[in-house]
């Protein structure tokens, strides 16, 4: 992967098998809490980020980029729970986590932050999900392993 010329202002991520690496809605059962130190599903589940998700993050925030959330999660309490309990809601200037489209979440984004589509960067697993929000004009990354300092490091 080349290192690109940009003058990207949003950087945005999904968090199924992105951020995290798992499908709340499949694999995980809210609510969730902090036992021992560690992150538990409702069954005793350990929960975790990807390995390089904090790094990658702190390098974003140290860019000055803004940082936004796009995720179809139909649990979206359990995804800001985790999001709090992991500790990495910091991070984050916007949040769309509902069903739907992510074309929809792209252009609530869009308002929210007054950026243009063509000043944001998306992280995604899924390759319809990147198919579509390219069609607006942001530029769209395919993390099929979830996401990687490596991709960050290079992309950014």
């Not at 929960?47 to 000055?64: H, P």
């Not at 803004?66 to 995804?79: F, L, M, P």
């Not at 000043?119 to 099929?144: C, E, K, Q, W």
Request: glycine share 6%; with cysteine.
């Amino acid at each position: 992967m080349m290192r690109m010329s940009n003058n990207f202002k949003l950087v945005v991520f999904d968090l199924d098998m992105t951020l995290w690496p798992f499908r709340l809605d499949k694999h995980m059962k809210s609510p969730f809490k902090k036992e021992r130190g560690r992150v538990v599903d409702s069954i005793g589940q350990m929960v975790s980020l990807m390995d390089d998700t904090v790094q990658s993050l702190e390098y974003v925030k140290g860019k000055d980029y803004q940082i936004g959330i796009a995720s179809r999660i139909e649990d979206i309490c359990g995804a800001y729970q985790l999001i709090n309990l992991l500790e990495i809601s910091h991070y984050f200037d916007y949040r769309e986590i509902y069903p739907g489209c992510k074309m929809k979440h792209f252009v609530s984004l869009q308002s929210k932050s007054n950026i243009s589509f063509k000043d944001m960067i998306f992280f995604d697993d899924d390759m319809r999900n990147t198919r579509d929000v390219s069609r607006l004009g942001v530029h769209t990354v395919h993390v099929p392993n979830g996401i990687s300092k490596e991709y960050i490091f290079t992309v950014l």
